[in-house]
C-alpha cells in the first residue's frame, strides 16, 4: 500500500485545497479522483470539488489564469451535468458513457 493510499481522503481534499499552482492542483486532483467505474454521484463531487480548486488557484497563479480558470469551468459543467443527470426524473444522460 502506497503512503498516499493510506492518507485519507479528507486529508488529500484538505491538499489539494492548499495548493498554489495550477501543476499542483492536477497533482493533487489525480490523487482524489474516483476509479473510472465509481458510482457517478462520486464522480459529480469530484468535478465539483475539483472546480473549486482550479477556482481558487487561478487566483493565485497568475501566470496560469486562464487556464486555471478553464480548468474551473470544464469540471464545474461535468459535475453539474452528472448532478442534473441523477436528479429525480432525469433522462439519465451525462455524457459519462455509463
Excluded: C, N
Aim: aromatic share 8%.
Amino acid at each position: 500500500m502506497s503512503k498516499d493510499q493510506r492518507v485519507s481522503q479528507d486529508e488529500l481534499w484538505r491538499r489539494a485545497r492548499a495548493v498554489t499552482t495550477l501543476q499542483g492542483a492536477h497533482d493533487a486532483l489525480v490523487k482524489v479522483m474516483p476509479a473510472p467505474a465509481a458510482d457517478r454521484k462520486l464522480w459529480s463531487d469530484f468535478y465539483l470539488r475539483s472546480a473549486e480548486v482550479y477556482g481558487r488557484v487561478a487566483e493565485i497563479d497568475r501566470g496560469h489564469h486562464h487556464e486555471a480558470l478553464y480548468w474551473a469551468q470544464r469540471e464545474r459543467e461535468k459535475g453539474e451535468e452528472i448532478a442534473k443527470a441523477l436528479a429525480p426524473g432525469a433522462s439519465g444522460h451525462d455524457g459519462s458513457g455509463k
